[in-house]
C-alpha cells in the first residue's frame, strides 16, 4: 500500500511537540511536522520559521524543544 509506505518515511517526533529544522545530511530539505493537537493553532507560525530559515532572513524563535536538531 502506497500509503504504509510514505507513511514510515517520514520524521515523526518523539513527543507532542512539532520538529522544525533542516533535514541531515540534506540541508535543501527542511522538515516540518505538526505536533500533537495544536499544529492547527500553531500552522502559520510555524510556516513564517520555516520561510525565513530558508530564505536565511530573522524570523520567529523556534522553541528548543521544536528544533530538529536537537531531537534526532
Same mark, same amino acid.
Given at each position: 500500500?502506497? /500509503?504504509?509506505?510514505?507513511?514510515?518515511? $517520514?520524521?515523526?517526533?518523539? /513527543?507532542?511537540?512539532?520538529?522544525?529544522?533542516?533535514?541531515?545530511?540534506?540541508? *535543501?530539505?527542511?522538515?516540518?511536522?505538526? /505536533?500533537?493537537?495544536?499544529?492547527? /493553532?500553531?500552522?502559520? $507560525?510555524?510556516?513564517? *520559521?520555516?520561510?525565513?530559515?530558508?530564505?536565511? %532572513?530573522?524570523?520567529?524563535?523556534?522553541? %528548543?524543544?521544536?528544533?530538529?536538531?536537537?531531537?534526532?
Amino acid at each position: 500500500d502506497v /500509503g504504509e509506505r510514505w507513511a514510515n518515511l $517520514r520524521m515523526q517526533p518523539k /513527543g507532542r511537540d512539532p520538529l522544525l529544522g533542516a533535514a541531515p545530511d540534506s540541508p *535543501c530539505i527542511y522538515v516540518a511536522t505538526g /505536533g500533537f493537537k495544536i499544529s492547527f /493553532g500553531i500552522a502559520h $507560525r510555524m510556516a513564517q *520559521c520555516a520561510l525565513a530559515h530558508i530564505l536565511n %532572513e530573522v524570523g520567529p524563535m523556534v522553541p %528548543e524543544s521544536f528544533r530538529l536538531e536537537n531531537r534526532v
